[in-house]
Protein backbone atom coordinates (compact mmCIF):
# COMPACT_ATOMS: atom_id res chain seq x y z
CA UNK A 1 0.00 0.00 0.00
CA UNK A 2 1.38 3.15 -0.74
CA UNK A 3 2.24 6.05 1.63
CA UNK A 4 3.07 9.41 1.12
CA UNK A 5 5.28 11.22 3.83
CA UNK A 6 6.11 15.20 4.01
CA UNK A 7 8.95 16.57 6.19
CA UNK A 8 8.64 18.96 7.74
CA UNK A 9 4.99 19.42 8.34
CA UNK A 10 5.98 23.17 8.76
CA UNK A 11 8.31 25.89 8.14
CA UNK A 12 8.45 29.16 8.96
CA UNK A 13 10.99 30.97 6.95
CA UNK A 14 12.18 35.10 6.26
CA UNK A 15 10.98 36.48 3.43
CA UNK A 16 13.49 35.98 0.37
CA UNK A 17 14.83 32.83 1.46
CA UNK A 18 15.80 28.91 -0.78
CA UNK A 19 13.83 26.83 0.50
CA UNK A 20 13.29 22.84 0.08
CA UNK A 21 9.97 20.57 0.84
CA UNK A 22 10.54 17.07 1.30
CA UNK A 23 8.67 14.36 0.00
CA UNK A 24 9.38 10.72 0.05
CA UNK A 25 6.78 7.51 -0.75
CA UNK A 26 6.84 3.81 -0.01
CA UNK A 27 5.97 2.34 -3.45
CA UNK A 28 8.57 3.25 -5.91
CA UNK A 29 6.12 1.39 -8.67
CA UNK A 30 4.56 5.22 -9.95
CA UNK A 31 3.84 7.00 -12.86
CA UNK A 32 3.91 10.23 -11.85
CA UNK A 33 4.50 12.48 -8.96
CA UNK A 34 2.57 16.14 -8.64
CA UNK A 35 2.85 18.74 -6.68
CA UNK A 36 0.09 21.12 -5.44
CA UNK A 37 -0.53 24.51 -3.31
CA UNK A 38 -3.56 24.96 -1.33
CA UNK A 39 -4.68 28.14 0.59
CA UNK A 40 -6.14 28.12 3.49
CA UNK A 41 -10.50 27.54 2.53
CA UNK A 42 -9.28 26.91 -0.77
CA UNK A 43 -8.85 24.26 -3.36
CA UNK A 44 -6.02 22.41 -4.87
CA UNK A 45 -4.00 24.53 -7.18
CA UNK A 46 -1.32 22.16 -9.21
CA UNK A 47 2.19 23.27 -9.30
CA UNK A 48 4.23 20.84 -10.96
CA UNK A 49 4.01 17.10 -12.15
CA UNK A 50 6.44 15.24 -12.66
CA UNK A 51 6.34 11.68 -14.82
CA UNK A 52 7.83 8.41 -13.62
CA UNK A 53 10.27 8.91 -16.40
CA UNK A 54 11.55 13.04 -15.38
CA UNK A 55 14.13 13.60 -13.00
CA UNK A 56 12.73 17.31 -12.84
CA UNK A 57 10.36 20.05 -13.47
CA UNK A 58 10.98 23.54 -13.28
CA UNK A 59 7.84 26.58 -13.13
CA UNK A 60 9.11 29.88 -12.08
CA UNK A 61 11.11 30.07 -8.94
CA UNK A 62 9.55 26.44 -8.48
CA UNK A 63 12.04 23.24 -9.17
CA UNK A 64 10.65 20.01 -8.30
CA UNK A 65 12.83 16.65 -8.24
CA UNK A 66 11.90 13.06 -8.67
CA UNK A 67 14.48 10.83 -7.44
CA UNK A 68 11.81 7.41 -8.02
CA UNK A 69 14.49 4.50 -7.10
CA UNK A 70 14.88 6.20 -3.69
CA UNK A 71 10.77 6.98 -3.29
CA UNK A 72 11.80 10.73 -3.10
CA UNK A 73 11.21 14.40 -4.45
CA UNK A 74 11.88 17.61 -3.19
CA UNK A 75 10.32 21.08 -3.97
CA UNK A 76 12.70 23.85 -3.86
CA UNK A 77 10.98 27.66 -3.85
CA UNK A 78 13.62 30.10 -4.62
CA UNK A 79 13.42 33.43 -2.88
CA UNK A 80 10.61 32.75 -1.20
CA UNK A 81 7.69 35.74 -0.65
CA UNK A 82 5.11 36.00 1.62
CA UNK A 83 2.71 35.13 -1.38
CA UNK A 84 4.25 31.56 -0.99
CA UNK A 85 2.37 30.96 2.49
CA UNK A 86 0.30 27.89 1.80
CA UNK A 87 -0.02 24.15 2.81
CA UNK A 88 2.27 22.28 -0.22
CA UNK A 89 0.91 18.86 -1.03
CA UNK A 90 2.63 16.29 -2.56
CA UNK A 91 0.51 13.20 -4.30
CA UNK A 92 1.80 9.96 -6.55
CA UNK A 93 -0.36 8.27 -8.84
CA UNK A 94 0.22 4.63 -9.03
CA UNK A 95 -1.36 1.97 -11.29
CA UNK A 96 -4.58 2.39 -10.29
CA UNK A 97 -4.69 6.27 -10.97
CA UNK A 98 -5.42 7.20 -7.67
CA UNK A 99 -3.84 9.94 -6.13
CA UNK A 100 -2.21 9.43 -2.77
CA UNK A 101 -1.48 12.59 -1.32
CA UNK A 102 0.89 13.13 2.12
CA UNK A 103 -0.21 14.98 4.86
CA UNK A 104 1.49 18.43 3.33
CA UNK A 105 4.34 21.16 4.38
CA UNK A 106 2.66 24.44 6.32
CA UNK A 107 4.80 27.06 4.77
CA UNK A 108 4.44 30.25 6.32
CA UNK A 109 6.99 33.25 4.56
CA UNK A 110 7.54 36.30 6.92
CA UNK A 111 7.65 39.80 5.61
CA UNK B 1 -14.11 30.19 -17.20
CA UNK B 2 -13.59 27.92 -14.47
CA UNK B 3 -12.43 24.54 -15.98
CA UNK B 4 -13.74 22.40 -12.58
CA UNK B 5 -16.52 23.80 -11.03
CA UNK B 6 -18.32 22.23 -7.40
CA UNK B 7 -21.92 23.32 -6.22
CA UNK B 8 -23.16 24.27 -3.36
CA UNK B 9 -19.38 25.77 -1.91
CA UNK B 10 -20.78 25.16 1.61
CA UNK B 11 -23.36 23.02 3.10
CA UNK B 12 -24.57 23.03 6.51
CA UNK B 13 -27.61 20.14 7.03
CA UNK B 14 -28.57 17.73 9.90
CA UNK B 15 -27.90 14.29 10.80
CA UNK B 16 -30.04 11.97 8.66
CA UNK B 17 -30.52 14.30 5.83
CA UNK B 18 -29.83 13.46 2.39
CA UNK B 19 -27.80 16.01 0.05
CA UNK B 20 -25.96 15.95 -3.10
CA UNK B 21 -23.43 18.06 -4.10
CA UNK B 22 -22.33 18.44 -8.19
CA UNK B 23 -19.11 18.43 -10.13
CA UNK B 24 -18.68 19.71 -13.73
CA UNK B 25 -15.71 20.11 -16.02
CA UNK B 26 -15.22 22.29 -19.06
CA UNK B 27 -11.51 20.69 -20.07
CA UNK B 28 -13.09 17.59 -22.04
CA UNK B 29 -11.39 15.22 -19.45
CA UNK B 30 -12.46 11.61 -19.55
CA UNK B 31 -11.87 10.45 -15.56
CA UNK B 32 -13.46 12.45 -12.90
CA UNK B 33 -12.69 11.72 -9.06
CA UNK B 34 -13.55 12.37 -5.47
CA UNK B 35 -11.73 13.25 -2.71
CA UNK B 36 -12.38 13.72 0.83
CA UNK B 37 -10.12 16.15 3.29
CA UNK B 38 -10.93 15.76 6.56
CA UNK B 39 -10.99 17.77 9.37
CA UNK B 40 -6.87 16.94 9.65
CA UNK B 41 -6.32 18.46 6.32
CA UNK B 42 -5.72 14.39 4.99
CA UNK B 43 -6.89 14.02 1.18
CA UNK B 44 -7.80 10.48 0.46
CA UNK B 45 -9.70 9.06 -2.86
CA UNK B 46 -12.89 8.15 -2.77
CA UNK B 47 -13.98 6.92 -6.01
CA UNK B 48 -12.83 8.03 -9.88
CA UNK B 49 -15.43 7.40 -12.73
CA UNK B 50 -13.91 7.29 -16.62
CA UNK B 51 -16.56 7.90 -19.48
CA UNK B 52 -19.32 7.48 -16.93
CA UNK B 53 -18.35 4.14 -15.57
CA UNK B 54 -16.44 3.14 -11.78
CA UNK B 55 -13.21 2.43 -11.76
CA UNK B 56 -12.25 3.21 -8.44
CA UNK B 57 -14.19 2.79 -5.24
CA UNK B 58 -11.94 3.18 -1.97
CA UNK B 59 -14.48 1.09 0.08
CA UNK B 60 -16.59 4.44 1.13
CA UNK B 61 -20.35 3.38 2.70
CA UNK B 62 -22.61 2.79 0.39
CA UNK B 63 -24.59 5.45 1.82
CA UNK B 64 -22.12 7.42 -0.53
CA UNK B 65 -23.43 7.05 -4.21
CA UNK B 66 -21.85 8.60 -7.06
CA UNK B 67 -23.61 9.39 -10.11
CA UNK B 68 -21.86 10.45 -13.89
CA UNK B 69 -24.79 11.36 -16.23
CA UNK B 70 -22.48 12.27 -18.96
CA UNK B 71 -18.55 12.10 -18.55
CA UNK B 72 -18.45 15.98 -17.71
CA UNK B 73 -20.31 15.86 -14.66
CA UNK B 74 -19.83 13.68 -11.61
CA UNK B 75 -22.06 14.21 -8.87
CA UNK B 76 -21.97 12.72 -5.23
CA UNK B 77 -25.25 12.27 -3.20
CA UNK B 78 -25.07 10.98 0.01
CA UNK B 79 -27.97 9.55 2.27
CA UNK B 80 -28.40 9.19 6.03
CA UNK B 81 -25.51 11.96 6.74
CA UNK B 82 -23.66 11.23 9.61
CA UNK B 83 -21.81 13.62 11.75
CA UNK B 84 -17.87 11.95 10.75
CA UNK B 85 -19.38 13.05 7.07
CA UNK B 86 -18.29 16.86 7.95
CA UNK B 87 -15.54 17.09 5.95
CA UNK B 88 -14.53 19.11 2.28
CA UNK B 89 -15.27 17.02 -0.55
CA UNK B 90 -13.08 17.80 -3.63
CA UNK B 91 -13.96 16.58 -7.18
CA UNK B 92 -11.21 16.69 -9.69
CA UNK B 93 -10.38 15.35 -13.16
CA UNK B 94 -7.49 14.63 -15.51
CA UNK B 95 -7.44 13.90 -19.05
CA UNK B 96 -7.48 9.88 -19.54
CA UNK B 97 -7.69 6.84 -17.82
CA UNK B 98 -5.22 3.72 -17.76
CA UNK B 99 -2.10 2.92 -17.15
CA UNK B 100 0.99 4.75 -17.37
CA UNK B 101 -1.09 7.71 -18.41
CA UNK B 102 0.54 9.89 -15.95
CA UNK B 103 -2.03 12.51 -16.26
CA UNK B 104 -2.40 15.45 -14.04
CA UNK B 105 -5.18 16.23 -12.07
CA UNK B 106 -6.81 19.33 -11.90
CA UNK B 107 -8.98 20.13 -8.33
CA UNK B 108 -12.24 22.14 -8.22
CA UNK B 109 -12.48 24.39 -5.45
CA UNK B 110 -14.17 21.98 -2.65
CA UNK B 111 -17.06 21.83 -1.15
CA UNK B 112 -17.23 22.20 2.64
CA UNK B 113 -20.43 19.95 4.38
CA UNK B 114 -20.83 20.00 7.57
CA UNK B 115 -23.42 17.85 9.59
CA UNK B 116 -24.80 18.92 12.81
Known amino acids: KQEVTQIPAALSVPEGENLVLNCSFT??????LQWFRQDPGKGLTSLLL?????REQTSGRLNASLDKSSGRSTLYIAASQPGDSATYLC??????????FGKGTKLTVNP | DTAVSQTPKYLVTQMGNDKSIKCEQN?????MYWYKQDSKKFLKIMFS???????INETVPNRFSPKSPDKAHLNLHINSLELGDSAVYFC???????????????FGPGTRLTVL
Open chain 2, 92 to 106: ASSPLAGANSGNEQF
Open chain 1, 27 to 32: DSAIYN
Open chain 1, 50 to 54: IQSSQ
Open chain 1, 91 to 100: AVTGGSEKLV
Open chain 2, 27 to 31: LGHDT
Open chain 2, 49 to 55: YNNKELI
